[in-house]
């Protein structure tokens, strides 16, 4: 009997455990299917030469045969006798390199997160839906189904997904998937709106109206007026102050009586970085070695594996185009063709806007606007979430937009302003899919701004050169007609005043062709200056005319340029602010009324360094680490008595020009009588004492100092900017040992090379038109998703050291090339 028993107990146990580890418990993966020799991750192992040099693929979902070529950078090359063909296998050859990552975007901007990881992630899911993201791609994609060609291209794309979804098994499935323990659902054109829209939040999901407001009612209006001035001491506007215009602009919106808005103790905590840019510049003939323009674009995004970008060339008649398309998402985002080339940075346009509302009673069913009570549209969003109950969270929307949280909550007590509603252009249908359409197949300046003219969201930059030798850029997308300065602050949500009166239209936004200083370039600075007749915004990035400044300053002196010339500059580690602002800064402190650092201190030896330093942000160096502390921390020390942001009232600093500027202007004013400085943002309102500039200054480069003593022991190469910095490249996950931590590169915020902690160039691409383009590009990663195989960081060493791969670009699909070795048939 006892034997019986334990053989129950045996098999029991063995049920139980051998349960244990197949199933996913919380956050720990199902360890038995995880480490399975026949289907776990050890089968997602590949080798350099994984892919079939020649192959058959039948694929039933196709019209004709399709013959697709791989580079030695694993880029597919796809030669389709149509259209459907063509995106039917762009689609299908992105998920077998991309599945999990293109699938992964796709639940974090749907808010489905919480169906494959848990609890943990309902407050994101629940932020992502109040939102609107669902709201807002729904719309683009109904404008883009409405037209046939692109209808034509997204379910092509998402028919050719899921042919390659149709392949897996439990063996072969993505290893996220086995981490994770889930499967992949059939793809969607909504699945595509989706990461679109989720590129449009990353761009312009982002506002100050709530800080500003509370500027606005701390300090009053003359205080705001001098510190958040409307345009910068020091701007070079992508479009040239001066540039005629060539439209007659519709009248402005009246401005309406002030309004001021209840100081709000709630604002956004989940916003994407204000840092995040891109630059892209072109050159004309004119200077130019070949006679042909040249053109280069880097994005600068959060650095991830799998990389943001894919690479793929796609021709079919009437198009031949190479580029980076965003996995999910069909065409070429950035790229060339052989008469054309284009690529894009952030506009930072004002956007998004929220208006304080009134409603009629708690139960928040109507509220006031025009002069009656109207309907609020209740939604309620189902979110699942793995191992609990459906949670149900309704969501209301006004005409402005959706209310993103209704009451206070925790974890996102300070997320977003309480019971206001935002109005967002990435809530607006558009066409997106039409532009990149249209682009791929440009042959000239004319086909350039026509396809631009359905652009909605994110607003970019559009820079292009063409073989007929032309350079343009436009800062394109859907921009309101507003009267100046609105949106700086809270909106009256009961005024239909205050409401956005339209657009502007497409054929004036702010533009330029073939300049007389022979290129165009964007950094994220000002679109334009004063002289425009429209508002677009009142505040860019910190960093980006630091940026445009540099590249303009480059490109005013280039001659003879040469595509190395363009990646030179890419490449670019001089930081302007740090020339502007630091003689001053070891003024002060040299200043011989005041007893200088002791000739033994840390303080001494970092400024004997920076006196002899060129302001370059190179890996080895150390005085890039003492500088970005020190004045980080004088900034901080600077402002953050006054606008530093708590709970009950968060307000931003002033911007850097403007900081920069009372800097300067304090350090050359004459002393008042008692000895301190006159201006009463020097002072730190905490303190007892009255501080001045040198007092500020020191105590900063004390900070600084001793920061890098404490992290690092006394001053030696340890203090090297690369170590302070740490440019991580991590796994979408944060899954250890699947990324690249440390990397030895140089560059920062606010430098052409904007390398920091987390963000950088996801793509660096430059282009040499002529009778035959060439281009060079890379991103830091590879074109594999799969952490098991070569292809999946093979570029990030060349990334690193600041060089670039040339791009093969076929002409026809027999072309012979060298590093072309694999050649593919698919058939139906």
Same mark, same amino acid.
């Given at each position: ?419 206001? !509603?935002? %109005?967002?252009?990435?809530?607006? $249908?558009?066409?997106?899919?039409? =532009?990149?359409?249209? @682009?791929?197949?440009? /042959? #000239? ?102 940026? !445009?400044? %540099?590249?303009?300053?480059?490109? $005013?002196?280039?001659?003879?340029? =040469?595509?190395?010339? @363009?990646?030179?500059? /890419? #490449? ?120 001045? @500039? ?135």
């Amino acid at each position: 009997m006892l034997r019986y028993v334990r053989a129950l107990l045996a098999t029991v146990v063995a049920l139980a455990f051998t349960w244990v580890l197949n199933t996913k418990h919380g956050d720990i993966p199902p360890f038995g299917k995880f480490l399975s020799p026949f289907r776990g991750f050890w089968q997602n192992g590949e080798t350099a030469d994984a892919l079939p040099a020649q192959q058959t693929l039948r694929l039933p979902g196709l019209q004709q045969p399709v013959q697709v070529r791989f580079d030695d950078q694993r880029v597919p090359h796809i030669f389709a006798q149509n259209d459907h063909d063509l995106y039917y296998t762009q689609g299908y050859l992105t998920a077998q390199d991309r599945l999990w990552q293109m699938d992964f975007i796709v639940h974090v901007a749907s808010g489905r997160l919480a169906e494959i990881v848990g609890p943990a992630r309902l407050e994101t899911d629940r932020f992502f839906r109040r939102m609107g993201m669902g709201f807002g791609a729904r719309k683009s994609l109904d404008a883009a189904m409405a037209d046939p060609v692109t209808r034509t291209v997204l379910t092509s794309y998402s028919d050719g997904v899921n042919a390659y979804i149709g392949t897996l098994t439990p063996r072969t499935m993505p290893f996220e998937y086995k981490l994770l323990d889930y499967t992949p659902e059939p793809w969607e054109p909504l699945k595509s709106a989706f990461i679109l829209k989720y590129m449009a939040f990353d761009l312009s999901g982002r506002s100050d109206d709530l800080r500003m407001s509370n500027a606005l009612a701390t300090y009053g209006a003359d205080v705001v007026k001098d510190l958040f001035p409307d345009y910068p001491t020091r701007e070079d506007p992508i479009i040239p102050v001066g540039t005629p215009l060539d439209f007659q602009p519709l009248p402005l919106p009246a401005t309406p009586p002030g309004f001021a808005a209840t100081m709000s103790s709630k604002t956004p905590q989940h916003e994407p970085d204000p840092e995040l840019g891109s630059n892209n510049f072109a050159v004309s003939g004119a200077k130019s070695a070949s006679g042909y323009p040249l053109l280069a674009n880097d994005p600068h995004l959060q650095l991830n594996l799998p990389s943001i970008w894919y690479q793929v060339q796609l021709a079919a008649p009437g198009v031949n185009v190479y580029g980076v398309s965003i996995p999910g998402v069909p065409f070429a985002i950035i790229g060339f063709n052989e008469q054309v080339a284009w690529g894009v940075t952030n506009v930072a346009a004002d956007v998004m806007d929220w208006y304080q509302l009134k409603f009629r009673d708690n139960s928040r069913r109507e509220y006031w606007h025009d002069g009656r009570w109207k309907p609020v549209r209740r939604v309620v969003e189902r979110i699942k979430v793995r191992g609990q109950p459906d949670r149900l969270d309704t969501v209301l929307y006004t005409h402005h937009g959706p209310v993103v949280y209704d009451k206070p909550e925790k974890p996102f007590l300070l997320q977003t302003p309480i019971a206001h !509603a935002m %109005r967002w252009t990435a809530h607006d $249908a558009a066409n997106e899919y039409q =532009t990149f359409y249209r @682009l791929n197949r440009a /042959q #000239n300046y004319q086909d350039y701004t026509a396809a631009l003219s359905t652009y909605g969201t994110p607003a970019q930059n559009f820079i292009f050169a063409s073989a007929t030798k032309d350079i343009a850029i436009w800062p394109n997308g859907h921009f309101p007609l507003k009267w100046r300065n609105q949106g700086k602050f809270i909106l009256d949500g009961t005024d239909p005043a205050y409401d956005w009166q339209g657009w502007i239209p497409a054929t004036q936004n702010p533009h330029v062709k073939n300049p007389p200083r022979n290129f165009v370039s964007s950094a994220n600075q000002f679109s334009t200056g004063p002289d425009y007749p429209y508002y677009l915004n009142w505040n860019y990035g910190d960093g980006s005319y630091d940026r !445009a400044h %540099r590249i303009n300053q480059r490109l $005013a002196s280039m001659t003879q340029a =040469t595509p190395d010339s @363009l990646r030179v500059l /890419q #490449n670019d580690n001089l930081n302007l602010n740090a020339q502007l602002i630091l003689p001053t800064l070891l003024r002060v402190l040299n200043n011989k009324a005041v007893a200088p650092p002791a000739p033994n201190s840390p303080e001494h030896a970092a400024l004997q360094l920076l006196s002899q330093w060129n302001y370059r942000y190179e890996a080895d160096a150390t005085a890039p680490s003492i500088f970005d502390l020190w004045y980080g921390n004088l900034v901080k020390r600077l402002w953050d008595d006054d606008f530093g942001t708590t709970p009950e009232r968060p307000m931003r600093y002033p911007a850097r020009d403007r900081t920069n500027t009372l800097l300067l202007q304090e350090a050359s004013a004459p002393a008042n009588p008692s000895g301190k400085q006159a201006s009463p943002w020097i002072d730190d309102r905490r303190t007892p004492e009255r501080e001045t @500039l040198h007092d500020l200054v020191y105590q900063s480069l004390h900070f600084a100092t001793d920061s890098l003593t404490r992290k690092y022991g006394s001053m030696s190469p340890e203090w090297a900017w690369k170590n302070q910095k740490s440019t991580d490249i991590l796994h979408m996950l944060l899954l250890p040992g699947f990324g690249h931590m440390d990397l030895d590169c140089g560059g920062g915020a606010g430098i052409v090379n904007a390398t920091t902690e987390r963000t950088g160039p996801s793509w660096r691409m430059v282009v040499a038109l002529g009778p035959q383009v060439k281009a060079y590009g890379v991103f830091p990663g590879g074109q594999s998703g799969n952490p098991g195989s070569a292809a999946y960081d093979d570029m990030l060493e060349t990334w690193r050291v600041g060089k670039l791969n040339e791009l093969v670009f076929l002409r026809n699909a027999g072309e012979p090339n060298r590093r072309v070795r694999v050649s593919w048939m698919l058939s139906k």
